[in-house]
């Protein structure tokens, strides 16, 4: 599913209107059109009901007045509530708030905070509310006069459907500008916006449906828009059956790098992971007095006694060894409980400068790398890094909150700088390439918040790695997975209290499900939100 930024579905706007020479006044008709019947089928209003359409002075507020038409002939009663200047309304907007002048709608003007007190009384009366004040371009705080609106729509907690986008959200970003309309249902027009599917924004959408205005294929295609949502069919292709005469060998064979003391369970569990993903060999370096601890938690992987320092973590000293263990391993992971021991971390620099395999580094492993930026250079194509906004904030030189206020534009930047494939964690993880290209996986639940879930991620992604399969597809597919896996548990036991070493356990089965295309759940995938409308 293709999600895209203000700018880009703003050139498909113009292009459509001034290259093709489809009207404005169309589009705004197609778009409201598809609105109001939205907006029918998702609450499925009684007759008589009553719609209040507030509106904004710009086109935003034209889609509110096409979209109470619609309405007021479906035989709801509604009002029209102009805020802002009137005169400052023009193009398409002007000639539809004419139309619904002419049919005799109910119309009431509020230019300012004054002429607010006279219809806000309206806001409790009313059985619906739609917002039509501020659409996708919103670039700086709603505050004043705007702002007062929007808190009092909130405050009444009446349904709501926003027009384009809830007033007040940034289109880009899905961060909240001061205030913005939390809606039931958020109608989007052309494709979804990247700010209506990332956190915040998405408590503030609602259900989110895309709304097809007849924006020509050749201009969309022509708009270059790097952002996508991952689907089931992405991956459904990628877990048929295998020939009969298949071989342990032909998975591939998996390098783990992981543990120390008190920290075997995140090398466990990034083995299993990676043996659920389906790699035919797992092999654990880990510090020599740690061994009989994992022989003991990992029956199907082999395990590598590795030198260690005093304090039960992999020595420098183990180099050598290392380099050697990767002769004839299709990939490598490396970092879940390694610790940040000095010289484990030197260890880890090491290790990255010369293996030439596909990797997965994650946790210890990129605290290792924050803490010489240097030592990220030339990483290289192959490279597969799995931050969380707080490890990112230290590879980047940012807090955790300057990651979280621009998660895309933060995890692009990185992974085209450095050459790598770049997995942010969190709320909508997303898989950013060098070459631009931004993945959302709308997949996962807080049941994903307890410790050893990460590990796990590791051992899937890696283990697709040594399957053969490249970067971008194995992180895509293992954070899709990881996901889906926690939403299948959480059905049956709630979003707390699920353990990691429960997810590998489900993954084959979901993999299977994918294969045969069917959704392996009860309730609808995350992506299913979005359909077409005319």
């Known amino acids: 599913m293709r999600v895209v930024k203000a700018a880009e579905i703003k050139e498909m706007d113009r292009m459509t209107i001034h290259e093709i020479g489809i009207p404005g006044a169309v589009l705004m008709e197609n778009a409201a059109r598809g609105a109001a019947r939205s907006f029918l089928e998702h609450f499925d209003p009684a007759d008589g009901s009553s719609v209040l359409v507030i509106c904004g002075s710009g086109n935003n507020g034209g889609d509110g007045y096409v979209a109470a038409r619609y309405l007021s002939q479906a035989g709801l009663r509604v009002m029209v509530i102009v805020i802002g200047e009137s005169g400052k309304i023009s193009g398409e907007a002007l000639l539809n708030l004419e139309i619904i002048r002419h049919m005799n709608l109910d119309i009431r003007e509020a230019p300012d905070p004054e002429g607010w007190k006279k219809v806000r009384k309206y806001l409790k ?3 619906y509310i739609i917002d039509a004040i501020l659409g996708t371009g919103l ?11 929007i808190k009092e729509i909130n405050s009444v907690l009446k349904p709501v459907m926003a027009i384009d986008i809830p007033s007040g959200l940034n289109a880009d970003t899905g961060m909240v500008m001061g205030v913005a309309v939390r809606a039931d249902l958020t109608v989007t027009f052309g494709y979804p916006k990247l700010g209506q599917v990332l956190f915040p924004g998405v408590d503030m959408v609602g259900r989110l449906v895309r709304i097809d205005i007849g924006i020509p294929d050749m201009v969309s295609a022509s708009v270059e828009s790097p952002c996508r949502m991952l689907e089931a069919g992405d991956f459904s292709g990628l877990f048929g059956e295998e020939k009969r005469d298949i071989h342990k060998g032909a998975r591939g064979h998996l390098l783990i790098l992981a543990g120390s003391t008190g920290k075997t369970g995140a090398a466990a569990l990034a083995a299993l992971g990676a043996l659920r993903a389906g790699a035919g060999l797992v092999t654990v370096g880990i510090p020599k007095s740690l061994n009989s601890i994992l022989e003991a938690k990992l029956t199907e992987a ?10 039960g973590t992999l020595s420098v000293k183990a180099k050598d060894e290392i380099v050697r263990l990767m002769e004839g391993k299709s990939a490598v992971a490396m970092g879940p409980g390694l610790s940040q021991n000095p010289e484990t971390s030197d260890l880890v620099r090491k290790i990255i400068k010369e293996c030439k395999l596909p990797m997965v580094i994650d946790a210890d492993g990129l605290n290792a790398l924050a803490k010489d930026k240097g030592s990220m250079k030339g990483m290289g194509k192959g490279k597969i890094l799995t931050p969380h906004p707080g490890e990112m904030g230290r590879l980047a030189g940012l807090t955790a909150k300057e990651v979280q206020a621009d998660r895309v534009g933060t995890a692009s930047r990185f992974a085209q700088e450095h050459g790598c494939c770049l997995v942010l964690k969190g709320a909508r993880t997303l898989i ?5 290209k931004i993945f959302l996986n709308p997949t996962g639940n807080p049941a994903l918040s307890s410790g050893g879930s990460g590990d796990v991620l590791t051992g899937l992604i ?6 053969g399969w490249d970067s971008a597809l194995a992180a895509s597919a293992g954070v899709y997975l990881h996901g889906l896996a926690a939403d299948l548990l959480a059905e049956d036991m709630g979003q707390a209290g699920v353990l990691a070493g429960e997810l590998p356990d489900v993954i084959p089965g979901l993999m299977d499900a994918l294969a045969r295309k069917e959704w392996p759940l009860e309730s609808t995938p995350p992506y299913m939100d979005f359909y077409h409308s005319l």
Not at 139 to 149: A, F, H, I, K
Not at 302 to 310: C, K, S
Not at 462 to 467: E, H, Q, V, W
């Open 125 to 127: 009366e009313c059985d």
């Open 139 to 149: 670039n700086s705080p709603v505050r004043g006069y705007y702002g007062q609106v």
């Open 302 to 311: 082999m395990t590598e006694t590795l030198p260690e320092t005093p304090e």
């Open 432 to 436: 950013a390439e060098p070459d631009g």
């Open 462 to 467: 890696s283990g697709f790695l040594a399957r």
